[in-house]
């Protein structure tokens, strides 16, 4: 659940199938190229309470190997303190939200920048795949994000 930082009571996140980048300027990612992909299903996450888009996600379903691959994720950019906590995770919740409903048992695949590799793993139980940056959240995990975020 998002947490909202002024009065730290839970807020319901809202997320909607992205047609169009409009708010591309708060964001450092290349949207605009990642929704230009036919393969890719750009989600973006505001509430009810918040004006304008606080982050995006593109997924991708891999339905060979029965996962979503998380292809990018990325908050909105603020100069101050951040309206919301959670956000990263809620955002993954989502993902592992997505697999469950495409019949991948809620498993989720990503790569993580190494700076975040322990974030993953401490926050959301996350399993490193062998020595590499390519990461997994397994069907117990997922539902308990889901559980807690969603």
Not at 10 to 20: C, I, K, M
Not at 101 to 108: P, Q, S
């Amino acid at each position: 659940m998002l947490i909202n930082t002024d009065t730290k009571k839970p807020t319901t996140p809202l997320f909607s199938r992205v047609q169009r980048i409009s708010e591309a300027r708060d964001f450092s990612l290349d949207w605009v190229s990642e929704l230009s992909d036919p393969g890719n299903h750009v989600w973006r996450l505001k509430t009810s309470t918040f004006p304008g888009t606080l982050a995006y996600i593109s997924l991708r379903y891999d339905n060979n190997e029965s996962f979503v691959f998380v292809n990018l994720i990325e908050r909105k950019q603020w100069n101050h303190v951040k309206p919301f906590e959670n956000i990263g995770e809620t955002l993954m919740a989502f993902a592992c939200f997505q697999s469950l409903d495409a019949g991948f048992d809620g498993i989720v695949s990503f790569h993580a920048k190494s700076r975040l590799i322990q974030y993953y793993q401490v926050h959301m139980n996350a399993q490193r795949i062998g020595k590499s940056h390519k990461m997994v959240i397994l069907e117990r995990d997922a539902l308990s994000l889901i559980n807690n975020y969603l």
